[in-house]
């Protein structure tokens, strides 16, 4: 799948776009699958808000409980300060998550595609575990700004070893909330760790230093059906969408199997859902084809 080209760009770079990855028809299907999601549970279902400037203070239980569940999370600058929808409630979603690669079959399709497994060993993963999903909204007009991360800083393992796929659903631009990164800063320290403490959450610190790091941070909007792989300890952010352009992104985060994954991560499962390798496949993949 990748070209010692590719492959020699992400690991200096840290993250690398594939152009064309997901054919037009099975974005749709995405699209389709992850409104109809919104449009089930939205109106009835709890309105536990996400924000990334505020992760410790907006992580609650149904947040929490989300590692092994399909759970819908709103925006937060959806809400007046009075605490109504400025729009309809399946428009203010942020996002939903975690466990769509397991639980949803067009997901999981997708997840479990075997051209994953050989990207995945291009870029020196052993084993990779799929271990968290989240089809991400960035809504018209109120999509939220993602704060500049490293994901190794919530999904973290010892060694560190998580990856993120990222698809592009949509059409990511300057306007509506692309990706921004910065490259070859994967070379530097993990700052902060996102752990349980208690029946809560909170950040540790293990490095002081800011992020992004001293490289320019570049843009990176893509079409539709782009694949963008971004290394654990990569910085990245994306700014928040005040445009009437929607973008819609599925993002899949895999660790190796062999890494210690500490029972103080903030995402969990229970044991009737236990974290699957990419090769090993998902029977709801096989029940559900949609490539």
């Known amino acids: 799948m990748l070209t010692g080209a590719q492959v020699a760009a992400y690991a200096r770079d840290g993250y690398l776009a594939v152009p064309d990855f997901l054919a037009p028809r099975t974005c749709a299907a995405l699209i ?14 709890p309105r536990s808000r996400f924000s990334t400037t505020e992760q410790a203070r907006s992580s609650d239980a149904w947040f929490l409980g989300s590692g092994d569940q399909l759970r819908c999370f709103f925006e937060a600058d959806a809400f007046t ?51 968290q999903s989240m089809a991400i909204f960035k809504q018209p007009g109120v999509g939220g700004e993602v704060a500049w991360h490293q994901d190794a800083t919530f999904l973290y393992t010892e ?12 059409d990511a631009t300057r306007d509506n909330g692309c990706l921004w990164v910065a490259p070859g800063e994967q070379r530097g320290p993990l700052r902060r760790r996102f752990r349980r403490e208690g029946d809560g959450v909170g950040f540790a610190l293990l490095d002081a230093a800011a992020l992004p790091g001293p490289t320019e941070p570049v843009a990176l909007p893509v079409r539709a059906g782009t694949l963008v792989l971004l290394h654990g300890l990569l910085p990245h952010w994306s700014g928040a ?37 990419l090769a090993a496949g998902s029977p709801l993949a096989r029940a559900g084809a949609l490539v």
């Open 81 to 131: 300060p009075d605490g109504a929808l400025r729009v309809a409630p399946e428009r203010a979603i942020n996002k939903i998550g975690h466990a769509l690669h397991d639980l949803d079959p067009g997901f999981a399709e997708v997840s479990y595609d075997p051209r994953l497994v050989e990207i995945a060993a291009a870029i020196g993963m052993r084993a990779p575990l799929a271990v």
């Open 241 to 277: 969408n005040r445009s009437p352009r929607r973008r819609l992104a599925y993002s899949l985060h895999c660790v190796e199997e062999d890494a210690a994954y500490p029972a103080d991560n903030w995402l969990q499962r229970g044991p009737q859902l236990p974290f699957r390798r």
């Open 159 to 170: 060694p560190l070893s998580v990856v993120g796929f990222w698809f592009a659903l949509e």
């Open 32 to 45: 389709d699958r992850a409104e109809q999601i919104a449009a089930e549970q939205a109106p009835t279902g």
